[in-house]
């Protein structure tokens, strides 16, 4: 089992910056990849960043593109995605998950998910 804890969020302005936190703990010595979802309100969770535990190859969704980084700390366990020029667009909750497959961008494909961090972005 692994346990995820998410932590940063907070309420910033737009054009603002915000680095969130991933903290893993348990298992993790076959650990595929973690991912970041958010899920605003009414709204589907859909795929934000995904990094790949072993190459550290990420993939990030279009609408973040050039605005948001994925990266990771393997001797703490932890991973961040820091998150700039953000917009109200971007206002969601902010989970992050362990993936059990490569397929990254599903939330199916996810089977540990931390108990999320609320951004909201004002205009």
């Known amino acids: 089992q692994v346990q995820l804890v998410e932590s940063g969020g907070g309420l910033v302005q737009a054009g603002g910056s915000l680095r969130l936190s991933c903290a893993l703990s348990g298992r993790t010595a076959d650990l595929i990849g973690l991912g970041w979802f958010r899920q605003g309100p009414g709204k589907e969770r859909t795929f934000v960043a995904y990094i790949d535990w072993t190459t550290a190859t990420t993939y990030l969704a279009d609408s973040v593109k050039g605005r948001f980084t994925i990266s990771r700390n393997n001797a703490m366990n932890t991973v961040y995605l820091q998150m700039n020029s953000l917009k109200p667009e971007d206002t969601a909750v902010y989970y992050c998950?362990?993936?059990?497959?490569?397929?990254?961008?599903?939330?199916?494909?996810?089977?540990?998910w931390g108990q999320g961090t609320q951004v909201t972005v004002s205009s």
């Open positions: 998950a362990r993936a059990r497959s490569t397929s990254y961008s599903f939330p199916a494909n996810y089977d540990s």
